[in-house]
């Protein structure tokens, strides 16, 4: 018997019994359909990541407190001095802003809400890429001179304001009253980023509000991608050398953040993918299951078969085959199946579901695995049986 003769008959075989090779595959197709899913998903997601992280550009770093070698932020640590000094003597550093964060309560003509508040200069407007809606991003002059104006965020501005042009109304920050200058243009963010409402004032007014000169970190851009980390060294290289505090100052990298949630979502795809992949092993168990009781049921075929000359290797090659076949069948039904979720749930997650032709070949690959894994014993104890004692059944 030639191997199509053989596919032919497990074909024959499957279509005699549709009920029960359909319950013995649908392991085999939970499997397949959730490795792919999953998979597809995790890349989808990870795309998404890394195109919502760019967003913030690629080229920024921040530089802080060493935290890990034991250092404590103190009164003193960044001076807004640090930024323009760091700007002027390193060629690499397009931008610098010093910032300041505080959670502050802000009342408008229409809501009163809670509200981060950001203290910083203009550069971290460039920085960050943002455009205004309406109005302006405040300027250098307007923190020289401590003016109280403030740029909303188009979440905040509505909230605070209405769905109006709030430019030239007075918003009043924890009892602080400033005028609104410009407002963000909204930035759709679907891993939500941009989650909490934010005003942006000079650095100047904050510390006038808060009376205290705190500043929490300083916000870089280098003038290129391949400048990052050597602006990174000399930025943190000026500030130990300004305030002598050896090993004091550390910086990051927005590509090295991307780098660590790349990394990180990879682990949990393969973790997931693992789990998904242990029905597979249920589904093959049940393979091997089903021909076993195949075995026992043609037991007298497989003595005529013998009888009329099959080898015990063709008999083996018959029934490793049924195996194979069942699998592969199961396997096809399981990427349509996964690909079809993968592309459902994408969908309403409004991100792209990426189904790479190896992850297709990689289902059809340990779907045919696991037909001949788990239909080995089976295949070898039919080859295995008497002819005389299988034609007395």
């Known amino acids: 018997m030639n191997l199509w003769e053989s ?40 795309a998404m990541l890394m195109q919502e992280m760019e967003k913030f550009g690629t080229n920024i770093f921040y530089v802080f407190v060493n935290f890990r070698e034991g250092e404590s932020t103190r009164l003193g640590d960044f001076r807004e001095v640090d930024a323009r000094v760091i700007k002027q003597v390193v060629p690499e550093v397009k931008y610098m802003a010093p910032v300041r964060y505080s959670n502050m309560t802000l009342r408008g003509n229409q809501n009163e809400s ?49 769905r109006g042009n709030p430019v030239g109304e007075r918003v009043v920050i924890n009892g602080n009253p400033a005028v609104v200058v410009g407002v963000l243009e909204e930035q759709e963010s679907v891993l939500g980023f941009n989650s909490q409402q934010t005003v942006y004032v000079p650095l100047s007014f904050l510390q006038q509000v808060t009376r205290s000169n705190f ?38 990298s927005m590509e090295q953040e991307m780098q660590s949630a790349n990394k990180i979502t990879g682990i949990m795809t393969l973790v997931i993918s693992f789990i998904a992949g242990i029905s597979l092993v249920v589904g093959g168990i049940g393979v ?9 049921e043609r ?35 399981g990427t ?33 695995a696991v037909g001949v894994f788990f239909g080995i014993y089976p295949a070898n104890k039919a080859s295995k ?3 005389i004692e299988a034609l007395r059944r």
């Open 7 to 46: 596919v032919t008959v497990a074909l024959e075989s499957i279509r005699s019994n549709k009920l029960r090779s359909f319950l013995t595959t649908l392991g085999i197709v939970i499997g397949i359909a959730a490795v792919i899913c999953v998979v597809a998903i995790g890349q989808g997601g990870r």
């Open 114 to 162: 809670s509200a981060q508040v950001v203290g910083t200069t203009a550069d971290f407007a460039r920085i960050k890429n943002f455009n205004t809606s309406w109005g302006r991003f405040f300027s250098e002059d307007d923190n020289a001179v401590g003016r109280r104006v403030a740029v909303l965020d188009g979440a905040l501005a509505i909230d605070l304001f209405g």
């Open 215 to 252: 500043i929490h970190e300083l916000v870089g851009s280098a003038a290129s991608k391949e400048d990052v980390y050597r602006a990174m060294d000399r930025a943190t290289s000026i500030m130990e050398r300004r305030h002598n505090a050896p090993a004091h100052y550390t910086a990051h």
């Open 288 to 296: 091997m299951n089903i021909m076993l009781v195949s075995v026992t």
């Open 299 to 333: 037991t007298r075929e497989i003595g005529i078969r013998m009888a009329l000359g099959a080898r015990r290797k063709d008999i083996l090659v018959q029934f490793l085959i049924e195996s194979v076949v069942l699998c592969v069948l199961g396997g096809i039904i």
């Open 336 to 368: 349509m199946l996964g690909y079809g979720g993968a592309l459902l749930i994408a969908k309403l997650a409004h991100w792209p579901p990426l189904v790479s032709w190896w992850t297709v070949l990689v289902a059809f690959g340990f779907s045919a």
């Open 385 to 387: 049986l008497d002819p």
